[in-house]
């Protein structure tokens, strides 16, 4: 896996489903721990992605404040930022709505 090249771009960084998940639930309350984001598939791909691209990408841009040895993850100083851009980004496998 590679570390994705750096952008100040919000939508740009949130829009891996993954961090856009990760950024979801941190504006959410749902999520204070790197276990917290684990979903369906196999654990220790989805965690090693977390941790090798994911996640340092979202603390590179100040999306996230990141503490890898306890694990945890609380919003950053640019999250806001990033928030603010997730509603804007189709969620996969949900077609868009006509409203």
């Known amino acids: 896996m590679t570390l ?4 100040t771009d919000p939508a740009a960084v949130v829009s891996a ?3 856009r998940r990760a950024v979801a639930a941190l504006a959410d309350g749902a999520v204070e ?3 917290d984001l684990r979903v369906r598939g196999r654990a220790d791909e989805i965690a090693a992605e ?3 691209t994911h996640l ?3 603390e590179e841009a100040g999306y996230i404040e990141w503490d890898r040895e306890a694990g945890t993850i609380e919003p950053g100083p640019n999250f806001e ?3 603010s851009h997730v509603d ?3 969620m996969p496998g949900v077609e868009a709505s006509d409203d």
Do not use: N, S
């Not at 994705?4 to 952008?7: G, Q």
């Open 88 to 90: 804007d980004l189709p």
């Open 56 to 58: 340092p990408a979202l």
């Open 50 to 52: 977390l941790r090798e």
């Open 4 to 7: 994705d090249t750096p952008t």
């Open 81 to 83: 930022e990033a928030a």
């Open 33 to 35: 721990t790197v276990a």
């Open 17 to 19: 489903p993954e961090r």
